[in-house]
């Protein structure tokens, strides 16, 4: 029974260098002894300095041993003994994602005092060999590159196969994947990342890879690729930051063209990270906050430089006595609020981001990691094409994204030469379109202007209900298992991927019934008004 076993583990995978969906992080020691020969049975001990994290095997008949999926970071501290030969200590190695160190150990026999032999090593890189291309943005090249709004995601576009809107060789962003902590991160409606400015706090990332076009058989769930992120840890010392980034209106232009006052964009990101031992070399936190507020800036029927005139953002024209006598027959027959409908607005867009992680060396052969992130995202009066391009004031919605996202991992060395990772995700995602006004019919509205003696025809729409109300929501879990086994110059790794999906919400459509064709002109004519009942 355990040989057929051993054959469906080689069957799922056989790899001569691994490649999971946690840190891709391994370090592969060489001992050998004065002649060069392989060393056997030798002891090797592995241990982060900043973290405490220990974990040892054996050298094999080959004299190496491979330790997988280790923590990130460092520095890294090697020690290799052996009857017979002095103790041999390499240490100063750190680990990025994807690193894939090989260190070679020769081993001096002992001499009548017994000593140590000690080597510093200077900080370098070796990146595994991918099944496909990468691109790995590492925790200084996040310190130091500017990115948009303080979003992570932005530097992804470093990677020559992401254009915009994060698409992967030219496939839509929506068939890519996207993890953190090698659990999906994606959510379900629309098959992208959450829809708000960012998920959790850049000062939370401590580096992430964009992986093109792999045919790794531990890849899935995309189609040219994806985005792989990393979040930090706290060490053996406390550390932490604060930070506030202000945008004044006042950096921007007061009045336009025509002398009227404008209203520009104010905007105020701020947070904090603080990380440390909660028992030292043994349990360790690290917590971030991230929140932005935005007093958003946006016109509507705003655009013509030409007194009496409005013009919508799709270029349409129309006079503005025009315009006030439909708002005026809206406000009086369909319950559009009697407060301003077109011109200069602001609204207050608010974004909160919690993160929080705990990690616990249980002992030499287990690791345990616990994270937390929650996001939360108002969007109020938000205006989508059609709103945006014809639209007044009331036809708007707030739109409402809040996400959370935990994971529960586990690391451990069940014999000298097999290594698990165990990961159980969970991911909560829900996004709403809500009416803050009152339900109501679709309203579209066709104004006949005679403007410098041309008739024109300019659509306003009063009314929207085409998403609204709406509410998706979805509870994502994730089961990740993966095995590595080490048989001599081979490297084995299988494993199984779950993801169980619950979705539930109310999509729409026009529900509340379309009235088109509500025609204004400029001259006394009644008014006509035709609908059109859309029965679900």
Not at 118 to 134: A, H
Request: charged share 20%.
């Amino acid at each position: 029974m355990k040989k057929l076993f051993l054959w469906v583990i080689c069957l799922f995978s056989f790899l001569s260098t691994v490649f999971s969906q946690g840190t891709d992080a391994s370090i592969e020691v060489s001992v050998t002894d004065p002649s060069k020969a392989p060393v056997q049975g030798a002891t090797v001990s592995l241990v982060n300095s900043s973290t405490g994290f220990t974990t040892t095997g054996v050298s094999q008949k080959n004299g190496l041993h491979r330790f997988e999926q280790l923590p990130l970071g460092g520095p890294y501290k090697v020690t290799v003994s052996f009857v017979g030969f002095q103790s041999y200590i390499k240490d100063g190695f750190m680990l990025n994602q994807g690193s894939n160190l090989t260190i070679a150990i020769p081993l001096s026999q002992e001499v009548s005092q017994l000593q140590e032999v000690v080597v510093v090593s200077n900080e370098f890189k070796n990146r595994n060999e991918r099944l496909g291309r990468s691109t790995l943005i590492s925790s200084k090249e996040i310190q130091r590159l500017p990115s948009t709004n303080r979003n992570f995601a932005n530097l992804a576009q470093l990677s020559p196969m992401v254009g915009s809107g994060f698409n992967i060789g030219g496939i839509n962003s929506r068939n890519d994947a996207f993890t953190v902590d090698g659990v999906t991160a994606k959510e379900s409606s629309f098959g992208g990342p959450d829809q708000l400015p960012y998920t959790f706090s850049i000062e939370a990332l401590r580096e992430f890879e964009v992986v093109t076009n792999s045919y790794d058989v531990t890849e899935g769930r995309s189609i040219a690729g994806g985005i792989k992120a990393v979040t930090k840890s706290g060490t053996n010392e406390f550390h932490g930051s604060a930070f506030n980034y202000f945008w004044d209106s006042r950096l921007g232009a007061s009045t336009d063209l025509l002398g009227r006052t404008v209203i520009n964009d104010t905007k105020q990101q701020r947070g904090f990270t603080l990380g440390g031992p909660i028992i030292k070399n043994k349990l360790h936190f690290f917590v971030a906050y991230d929140g932005e507020k935005l007093k958003e800036a946006y016109d509507l029927w705003n655009q013509s430089v030409t007194p009496g005139i409005v013009q919508n953002n799709r270029g349409q024209q129309a006079t503005k006595a025009n315009l006030d006598r439909a708002v005026s027959i809206l406000q009086s027959k369909y319950g559009v609020s009697s407060g301003q409908q077109y011109g200069f607005f602001t609204r207050n867009n608010k974004l909160n981001t919690y993160f929080a992680k705990l990690d616990w060396q249980v002992n030499k052969k287990h690791k345990l990691t616990f994270r937390y992130n929650q996001s939360d995202y108002v969007l109020p009066n938000n205006n989508n094409s059609d709103i945006g391009a014809f639209g007044i004031h009331d036809a708007g919605y707030d739109f409402i994204v809040k996400g959370k996202n935990v994971l529960l991992a586990l690391r451990s060395q069940l014999k000298n030469n097999v290594s698990n990772e165990l990961k159980l995700g969970y991911y909560f995602n829900t996004r709403q379109n809500a009416i803050n006004t009152a339900e109501h019919p679709q309203l579209w509205i066709t104004m006949q202007s005679v403007i410098n003696g041309a008739t024109q025809n300019a659509t306003l729409v009063g009314r929207y209900n085409r998403w609204t109300p709406e509410v998706q929501e979805n509870d994502i879990f994730t089961i990740n298992n993966d095995v590595y086994v080490n048989r001599g110059k081979f490297n084995f790794v299988f494993g199984t991927q779950n993801t169980i999906t619950k979705s539930s919400g109310i999509y729409t459509h026009d529900t509340k019934a379309t009235s088109y064709n509500i025609f204004l002109i400029s001259f006394n004519i009644p008014v006509e008004i035709k609908t059109r009942l859309n029965i679900i």
